[in-house]
């Protein structure tokens, strides 16, 4: 926000001394070398405070990949006071920290980060509506992905889970439009598509084809077989249980 009245003040001030020396007869020029005068400015500033950004932003990646969480959040945290020069950098620090504070056990706080978060933040989004459909706050978290739906428009799991959640409260008319919708811009999207099938002969949705992308949401417990694979070290199979006297 600092750095877009910034930049106005001094396209204003410049411009009108523009206007001044030429004499106020060609006003028009005056305000058009006013407006790109205060794009330029306000690039000039962003990539400045861009440049302090990008440090900070790698030294959480490192603290999230050495699961120093904590450390993560705090870096996070210290940059807030940046986000008065960079308007949209609020929403994703919170989105992060909000992740970061459910990773963490921290559910409370985590949510009331969350509800800050980028619309643009998907993920986020909709984590956060999923939190709020597990405390059956059920119309308040298919406004949540309602809103972030109309924004992200090529991310299917987002959209297939809104279709979840609406045929879920017995809107299958809306979940169906949902689905029309997002087919719209991703035709090929095969989950979709399959899911839109199952609704038109009312049979329930299946979100297997989203993997544990989907069962992290917490909506639906995993199958057995699929806890049993994760458990299992990677390449290997539970070798079977033998039998009582065999």
Known sequence: MYSILLSLFLSLLLGYGGISLLGGYHWFWGVLFTVVLAI??????????????????E????????????????SLEDMLPMCKWIPLLK???????????????????????????????????LMLA??????????????????TAKINKKHPLLHNTYAWMLHKAGKNDQAQAALA???????TNTPTKENM?????????????FAEQWYALGLEQPPQT???MRR????????????KGG
């Open 40 to 57: 330029v400015i306000w690039v000039l500033i962003a990539r400045r405070i861009g440049k302090r950004l990008q440090p900070a932003m």
């Open 59 to 74: 030294q959480v990646q490192r603290q999230m990949q050495q699961q120093h969480f904590q450390l993560a959040y705090q």
């Open 91 to 125: 929403g994703q620090l919170l989105a992060q920290m909000g992740m970061l504070s459910l990773h963490m056990g921290q559910k409370d706080r985590g949510v009331k980060l969350l509800e800050g978060a980028s619309m643009r933040n998907a993920d986020a989004r």
């Open 130 to 147: 999923c939190i709020r459909y597990r405390d059956n706050e059920i119309d308040r978290a298919i406004s949540v992905l309602e809103l």
């Open 181 to 187: 919708a997002f087919l719209k811009k991703n035709a």
């Open 197 to 209: 099938l199952r609704l038109q002969n009312n049979k329930r949705m299946s979100m297997t084809a």
């Open 226 to 228: 699929m806890g049993q």
């Open 232 to 243: 299992a070290p990677k390449g290997f199979r539970e070798p079977p249980k033998r039998k």
